[in-house]
């Protein structure tokens, strides 16, 4: 069975920055073609794909949103995926989910999207 679990959440203030880690078990990561990323969902709001990685060319996309202050990676011989957050909003706040899709990254540009697999997300709050 697939696993995906998220860490790395908390509560900061705006400017702050935080890495949130996603563990992947349960597949063969090497295997896998697709895309690997994050999506976001705050109460009220549609779930938002902020950032993805495609295991077939290795190119990455990052939501207008979070471009230039987010940034996406990943280590295959650990089967992690990582998302660097600087520069932190009040408007980020919300529950952090990592996602392995096989229809690759074009999945989150689309607003709304469901993603294949998905683990327990992590609750990212910026306040001051």
């Known amino acids: 069975q697939w696993r995906l679990v998220e860490s790395g959440g908390g509560l900061v203030q705006p400017g702050a920055s935080l890495r949130l880690s996603c563990a992947a078990s349960?597949?063969?990561?090497?295997?896998?073609?697709?895309?690997l990323g994050w999506f976001r969902q705050a109460p009220g709001k549609e779930r938002e794909g902020i950032s993805c990685?495609?295991?077939?060319?290795?190119?990455?996309y990052s939501a207008d949103s979070v471009k230039g202050r987010f940034t996406i990676s990943r280590d295959n011989a650990k089967s992690m995926v990582y998302l660097q957050m600087n520069s932190l909003k009040a408007e980020d706040t919300a529950a952090y989910y990592c996602?392995?899709?096989?229809?690759?990254?074009?999945?989150?540009?689309?607003?709304?999207?469901?993603?294949?697999?998905w683990g327990q997300g992590t609750q990212v709050t910026v306040s001051s």
């Open positions: 990685t495609s295991t077939a060319n290795g190119r990455t």
């Open positions: 996602a392995a899709d096989a229809r690759g990254c074009s999945v989150w540009s689309d607003p709304g999207a469901e993603y294949h697999f």
């Open positions: 349960g597949f063969n990561w090497d295997s896998f073609t697709g895309g």
